[in-house]
């Protein structure tokens, strides 16, 4: 077990597999195919704010969102396990990849319920749930969108800098790859709508003029 609030390099990372996550089901909400790549003409953002199973429901229920499923990004190992990702030695991040229409539902807009729904300050943890893979982050699709994460964040650290008086620590960056999670933790909570949800604010809210 490595330190959970340190990430692990790319020397010391789990080794990981060339065989993809196995997944035998359509998204249970709304029936999408997981596996497939996105429709044309949308978007994708992948966001992490601790564990998948409740930010998943989160970004589901918005309008505009065509289908979210949840995974790894941001580490080392390639095509890894739940239990790997827990073990600190993979380097990645829990994320909702949230796939939406754009003329329907901005960036700026999910980015709003991405900062308002989570603690965006606590680094390697998310409340009661430690370690580098509930860490928060916002890996976007290309530079453009990049920018638009960085103002969003530059926003809320003022507002959360002026209420709090604490510095935002999430990761933002371009996506590079991203590895789905086992089928049973693909909208867990519509599966099991009395299990584990951490979701939770800093009560905070995202400037309304810029919201």
Same mark, same amino acid.
């Given at each position: 077990?490595?330190? &959970? ?55 589901? @229920? ?59 300050? @606590? ?9 580098? @893979? ?18 969003? &964040? ?58």
């Amino acid at each position: 077990m490595s330190n &959970k609030d340190k990430l692990v390099t790319q020397e010391t990372a789990l080794a990981g597999r060339d065989e993809k996550m196995l997944i035998t089901e359509l998204h249970y909400i709304n029936q999408t195919d997981l596996t497939a790549d996105k429709p044309a003409g949308s978007k994708e953002v992948l966001l992490g704010l601790g564990c998948f199973w409740g930010a998943e429901r989160v970004f589901w @229920q918005l309008d505009g969102v065509l289908s979210t499923s949840v995974g790894y990004s941001g580490g080392y190992t390639p095509n890894p396990t739940y239990q790997e990702v827990c073990s600190g030695e993979t380097g990645h991040a829990e994320v909702v990849r949230v796939i939406f229409d754009p003329s329907r539902l901005t960036l700026e807009e999910i980015l709003v319920i991405f900062w308002e729904k989570h603690d965006p300050t @606590q680094g390697m943890r998310q409340g009661n749930d430690i370690g580098t @893979q509930y860490r928060s982050v916002i890996y976007t699709e290309d530079q453009n969108d990049l920018a638009i994460a960085e103002q969003s &964040k530059t926003i809320y650290q003022q507002a959360i800098g002026e209420s709090l008086s604490k510095n935002i620590t999430t990761e933002l960056a371009v996506m590079e790859d991203y590895y789905l999670a086992e089928t049973y933790h693909q909208q867990y909570l519509a599966k099991n709508p009395q299990g584990y949800c951490g979701i939770g604010g800093t009560g905070v809210c995202f400037p309304p003029s810029l919201a």
